[in-house]
Nanobody, 119 residues
């Protein structure tokens, strides 16, 4: 079992930056074997993909809506993944979730952290 705990959300004005963190833990857990991603869910909308970083080689992928503004990174020594969010917009307001998965079917989600961007 893998536990994911997100932090770093908050209320900011449009144009500001935030850094989200996701700390992973678990028995027999090898963080570098897991791909990590951030998703978000706005009120009344479905959960959507934001960014993904592979465990094997650190290659990253982004949703078009955040490309060039958001940056995902990971620190395998700290079992953590981060999401740097720049130039925030009101439409970025959502609960942000951390997701981990491996090649053996294990998939885990965090509890989410609220990001609110005021105009």
């Amino acid at each position: 079992q893998v536990q994911l705990v997100e932090s770093g959300g908050g209320l900011v004005q449009a144009g500001a930056s935030l850094m989200l963190s996701c700390a992973a833990s678990g028995r027999y857990f090898s963080f570098n074997h897991y791909d990590m991603a951030w998703f978000r869910q706005a009120p009344g909308k479905e959960r959507e993909f934001v960014a993904h970083i592979r465990g094997s080689d650190g290659i990253t992928y982004y949703a078009d809506s955040v490309k060039g503004r958001f940056f995902i990174s990971r620190d395998n020594a700290k079992n953590s993944v981060y999401l740097r969010m720049n130039s925030l917009k009101p439409e970025d307001t959502a609960v942000y979730y951390c997701k981990a998965w491996d090649n053996y079917g294990g998939t885990f989600w965090g509890q989410g952290t609220q990001v609110t961007v005021s105009s």
